[in-house]
């Protein structure tokens, strides 16, 4: 008799990568702008995330699909700072009793700013009465924008956390990758955040660029490796249609796949713990550490290609990709008034069943696992009496189900971008597919 293998498993595990739950592209305007002062007075706010967020960079990347424009003049950087002001203003004058215990400066490349400009950002957090120094912080650079000025900056803040992109080590894979990007200027700049000493170094690599073959992409590890950073994120190559690359075969799921499976082994051999598929770190954090976020649920995003939650409220300003339409959502962001601020124009409201989907799939795809008991003391039931398909995950060798626990397999975090789509609502999957990309 012939069996047929299960979808999610003869498919390709390159479905989708969920950072979040629903994704931005199932974001749609509301009828009438929500105020938010409705939805954050229900929320506990003493354990919050603070996100701002920097959409510049000096280059855009052929593979990138974030929210960000290169090359801007000095005074919109300047014209942005100052809307980022008012709309710090605004929301701490909202959120008076607000305690945030992790903050994250992301982009973009928020080190495309100079020390002054830098100087501004960390002013805003001391406004939401953010030490920077006690509390888990992070901040994205570049190779082409960190200078040993600027990284000292960070340094003497109190940063915490240090996220490089650095995608390849070899010349030729990211110049055809659109990110010309010269190794003398990458182990300049990784020389100079290992003589900082930041208490956790990130690298970021990409495999499945065009080209890249397994033994590159271990050489790219490798060459990481000599800076012995404490965490490691290995993501596999997305193009989306509006990116400057386009390619999609079985041949390179395959490549990517066998990348995969290398670098986990690798990391693995060397003591490095694996979190998810992406996130290897060198010693595991305990669940009280500021680390341990998955399920969060408060997290407030300042910035115009920050997204911002509440438990029934996700919200963000549009969402694009084109360079014309980046630039005329920054430039909308630049002209808004302090009230604008109060409200949520744009979003995704989570009814119950959506709050469940979401814890579920925040947590199953860690290998920390979702906890039964912490979701039945938030929900009131079990996770397989809301979502029976977990039993068939268990069948298919991807989860499985613990006394207290559903934990991914090694399978099924290797097929974490399939697993996860899959448990996608079928009206959030309705939403992303109608949503336009521009
Ligand atoms: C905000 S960037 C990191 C900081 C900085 N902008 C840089 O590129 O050096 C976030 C990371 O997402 C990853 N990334 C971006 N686009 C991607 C794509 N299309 N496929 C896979 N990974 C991608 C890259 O590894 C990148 O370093
Ligand atoms: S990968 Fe980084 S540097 Fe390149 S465009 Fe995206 S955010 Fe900017």
Redesign the pocket.
Known sequence: MMTTLHPILSGSPYQAYVYAYPHKTAYRAFREPLNLNEYWTRETCSNLFLYLHVPF?TMR?G????FTQAMPTDSLTTLYLDALTRQAEVLRSLLPQARFSQVAI????PTFLNVEQLQVLFGLLRRFDVDVSSVPSSV????DTITSEKAAYLRDVGVERI?????SFVEQETAQSGRPQSREEVEKALQLLTDLDFPTLNI???YGLPNQTVESWLYSLEQALRYEPEEL?L??????PL?GLGRSSKQWDDVRLACYRSARDRLLSLGYVQFSMRKFRKAKLSRDSGEYCCQRDGMLGLGCGARSYTRQLHYSLDYAVTPKSVKQIISDYLARDASSFQQAEFGFLLNEEEQRRRYLLQSILNTDGLLISDYRERFGTTPEEDFPILGTFAELGLLTRTESSWTPTSEGLERSDALGPWLFSEPVQQLMKSYELR
């Open positions: 960079c990347c593979f990138c699909n974030l992301g982009g973009g490349t994205e650079v570049s190779p996220s490089i992109g650095i995608q970021d690599l990409i994120y993501y596999p190559l997305y193009v989306r990116t």
